[in-house]
């Protein structure tokens, strides 16, 4: 939002994409055993902007409201934000039921710590925790620490680059931005070493490499937005450890609209998967989905570029013993033919 409290475009993208991921993780969870999914936002806001728009907490309830109806699981938005004021128009704008929909007027780290808590005891639980700028500095090492070793948790957090980058190299040095420093330390990533990078989406890289170790997961991803206005720039990072949720991370990416993103740094960035490929003599289909998944490649890119190589004649395709009829251009590239390897491809 801007300083009237009206959304702007860059947010509206993240809203969207937010949207979108909501949706196909919800679906993902239907079909899994567990039994209570969590949507948690530790700076909800007041749920509608001053302007009249929605915000991430009653677009999340729409989304939960059109899947619970036709589900036996229970789906729980669980939302806070320590202002009293943006509280009392939280529950007068989301209505919260005691079960459904929950809302907290608790400092960010009390109450992250609270869900957390509650979920250890819990094994068919899932959480999905979004977090918004300008929290991500309120929120204290230890807090992102137990955030990151939890389990069955994905995080979706907005962090705006350029506060953090004018900071870095001493343009902006205001009392204000002093937290970000407290920040760079949680994440283990060093002054001095952030310093050296050159640019902005270089920063940006080192916060992806820190936020691969601190959670353990090789499933970081980011999406570069940026608000014409002001030229700020934002990055939306999602954190799981699980590869199908990955899948639908991507998928949601795909489904913005190529005009209404500053730069697509996913789908452009096919160079590390081929040459990643190409150290290897021959692979599976299972690890190729999943060396797709890893560079930001969805099955349907890597199928392509797979396409034009068999095209090409730079592969040679050798079906398992048990797959008979395989079509040309078919490579069982899926979550759903991760498990057992159908065939196998030989570079040239």
């Not at 068999?310 to 013993?321: A, F, G, L, Q």
Request: contains cysteine.
């Amino acid at each position: 939002m801007d300083t009237k409290g009206n959304i702007e475009n860059h947010s509206k993208i993240k809203l969207s994409i937010y949207e979108k991921y909501l949706k196909a993780y919800l679906s993902i969870m239907m079909r899994l055993y567990f039994t209570d999914i969590f949507i948690v936002e530790p700076f909800a806001g007041k749920g509608i902007s001053n302007n009249g728009e929605e915000g991430s907490a009653i677009i999340a309830k729409n989304v939960i409201t059109s899947i619970s109806n036709s589900s036996n699981k229970n789906i729980h938005l669980v939302l806070n934000d320590i202002k009293k004021e943006s509280y009392v128009d939280l529950i007068k704008n989301l209505k919260p039921d005691g079960n459904r929909v929950l809302c907290f007027n608790k400092d960010a780290n009390e109450f992250i710590n609270d869900v957390l808590s509650k979920a250890d005891h819990k094994t068919k639980t899932n959480h999905l925790f979004f977090i918004d700028p300008w929290g991500y500095t309120q929120l204290r090492g230890d807090t992102y620490q137990n955030i990151f070793k939890a389990k069955r948790l994905d995080i979706l957090i907005f962090i705006p680059i350029n506060h953090i980058y004018r900071f870095l190299i001493k343009e902006e040095n205001s009392e204000q931005l002093k937290p970000i420093a407290g920040f760079l330390n949680d994440m283990g990533i060093a002054e001095e070493d952030a310093r050296k990078c050159q640019d902005e989406m270089s920063f940006v890289n080192e916060i992806k490499k820190a936020f691969t170790k601190k959670a353990d997961t090789d499933y970081v991803y980011y999406k570069e937005l940026k608000n014409t206005k002001s030229n700020n720039k934002y990055a939306l990072f999602f954190l799981t450890k699980h590869i199908l949720g990955a899948e639908k991370f991507l998928e949601a990416l795909v489904k913005i609209k190529e005009k209404d993103l500053f730069e697509n740094t996913i789908s452009d960035e096919d160079l590390p998967f081929i040459e990643n490929i190409h150290k290897n003599k021959s692979l599976t289909n299972c690890e190729l989905y999943e060396y797709g998944i890893l560079h930001g490649l969805l099955p349907k890119k890597v199928t392509a570029i797979l396409n034009s190589y068999e095209k090409d004649n730079k592969i040679t395709v050798m079906p398992m013993p048990e797959v008979s009829n395989r079509k040309k251009g078919n490579f069982y590239i899926s979550y759903k033919n991760k498990e057992k390897p159908k065939i196998k491809i030989v570079f040239k």
